[in-house]
Structure formats: structure tokens, C-alpha cells
């Protein structure tokens, strides 16, 4: 699904927020991005969502050599093959969850009341059949998170790139998402999660650790850090393993 070969991402002044990073992230996996703030983990997830390009290396995302598409194919992509869940939801203000989550399949093309039709369909997958004509004000902070999920999932992605789901929520909120990404994840979709969560990244089949625009270490590959930065052997086991140090 994602395969990242030597991939680096130099801002202007020279901070190189990624450093000669190689993973593969096989369907149906579920892995955690984990590391102190500014070790790369949201430059890598932009990265991998197309919505930034390497300075160096290659991405390659679900099949498709990103450097070779143009912006309308980059698009479409991320339209089709991408989901995206952000810390602080990013809903629309005064707009119903159910347009919210309509106003996501744009890009379809379909009329309205088809879009609302999935739309409904999408947030009672969330659990939040009751609060459609919602708008986000009137929702808690669990609640506006599973609208965007419901958002970012209700067009089928198979892959799911979340950048802290649960850190503007409390615990008990926070699990209730991890459970429906778990669940989204049993049915198939492939999610990356970035979490500075030490208990959430220890619950997930794969660690992936970062430190200064580098992967330190990789649960997946087998044998921790050994295998730095190489995801492809056994890339897609799921083994379990202690946290690193590295979680912040
Ligand atoms: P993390 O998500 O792990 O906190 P980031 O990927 O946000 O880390 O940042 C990695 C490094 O790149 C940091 O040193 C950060 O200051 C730098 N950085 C991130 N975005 C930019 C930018 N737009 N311009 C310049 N430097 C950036």
C-alpha cells in the first residue's frame, strides 16, 4: 500500500525534517507513527498522503510512483485511495455532520441526495446515526472526531492516515476512537496513525519510531531496531513488541 524508498524532505534553510526514510506499509496493516514532536512523523504523513513531495527518494502509493502523476492525478489519488484524520477534526463550522461528511464526497461527482445517502450510511458506521442534523458546536469533541472519520472514510479509501486522532480528547473519547479504527482496520482498510500516546501505540500491531527525520526502529520488521529504516523484509507481520524509548 505505501512504499517509501530513501525518501528525504529538506525545508528551505536546510532543516531536513525526513532523512533517507524507507518503509513499506502492506494492506491491512495498522501501524503507529511514534516520536518526540519534531522528529518527522507528520512531514512523512504528508509525504504519504501526496500532500507534500520528497526533496530525495521515492513514494510509492498503492501501486502508483507518485513522482510520475501530475497535481490533477495527485488529486485524484488522494480523492479515491486516501483518507485523511486530523487532532483537531477540521469540520465545518454550521454545517450539519451529515453535510460534512456529504461535502467529503465532492469530488464523486455524485448529486446531493446521493452524497447524504452515503453520508448517512458513513456516520451510522461511526455510531452517530442519531446526531446527522448535528452541527459540530452541538457535538462533543469523541463525537466531532467519528464525524471526520465518517468523513474520511465514507468514499471507501483503502488507506487511512490519521495525525493524532485522539489528542485533543479525553481518554475515555480517545478509546472509543481507537475502537472504531480498529474496527475500520479489521474491515479492511490499511491506517497509519501518528500518536504521541504510549498505551494507543502499544495496542496497535506495528510501532514504527522516528527521531530526527529518521525510523529508529520498526516492530514489523522483525527484529526492531536492526533493521533501520528497511521495512521490506516481513514488512507486513504484525508483531507485537514493546514501545521504544523513543515515545514522547
Ligand atoms: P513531528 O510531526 O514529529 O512533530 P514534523 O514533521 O512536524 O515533526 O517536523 C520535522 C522537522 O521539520 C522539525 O524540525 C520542524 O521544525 C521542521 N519543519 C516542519 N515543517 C516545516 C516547514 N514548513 N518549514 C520549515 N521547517 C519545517
Known amino acids: 500500500m505505501i512504499v517509501l524508498t530513501d525518501v528525504s524532505r529538506t525545508y528551505p534553510g536546510g532543516v ?4 533517507s526514510v524507507s518503509l513499506e506499509v502492506r494492506h491491512g496493516e495498522l501501524v503507529a507513527i511514534v516520536g518526540p514532536s519534531g522528529s518527522g512523523k507528520s512531514t512523512m504523513l504528508n509525504v504519504v498522503g501526496t ?67 452515503r453520508a448517512g450510511t458513513a456516520l451510522r458506521r461511526v455510531g452517530l446515526g442519531h446526531r446527522v442534523d448535528h452541527e459540530p458546536h452541538e457535538l462533543s469533541g ?51 496513525i501518528i500518536t504521541h500516546d504510549r498505551e494507543i501505540a502499544a495496542g496497535l500491531p506495528r510501532q514504527v519510531s522516528m527521531r530526527d527525520g529518521r525510523i529508529v526502529s520498526d516492530s514489523g520488521s522483525g527484529r526492531g531496531a536492526e533493521r533501520l529504516g528497511g521495512g521490506e523484509e516481513g514488512g507486513g507481520r504484525c508483531v507485537r513488541e514493546p514501545v521504544e524509548s523513543e515515545v514522547a
Open 16 to 19: 531536513a525534517a525526513l532523512d
Open 51 to 117: 500532500l507534500d513531495r520528497p526533496s530525495a527518494g521515492r513514494v510509492e502509493i498503492d501501486g502508483h510512483d507518485v513522482s510520475k502523476l501530475s497535481d490533477n492525478q495527485l488529486s485524484a489519488l488522494r480523492a479515491t485511495t486516501i483518507g485523511f484524520v486530523f487532532q483537531h477534526f477540521h469540520l465545518a463550522a454550521k454545517v450539519t455532520a451529515l453535510d460534512n461528511v456529504a461535502d467529503g464526497l465532492i469530488y464523486t461527482g455524485l448529486p446531493l441526495p446521493e452524497r447524504r445517502r
Open 142 to 192: 469523541g463525537e466531532r472526531q467519528r464525524v471526520a472519520i465518517a468523513r474520511a472514510v465514507a468514499g471507501d479509501p483503502p488507506l487511512l492516515l490519521a495525525d493524532e486522532p485522539t489528542g485533543a480528547l479525553d481518554s475515555v473519547s480517545g478509546a472509543g476512537v481507537m475502537d472504531l479504527l480498529h474496527e475500520l482496520n479489521g474491515s479492511g482498510t490499511t491506517i497509519v
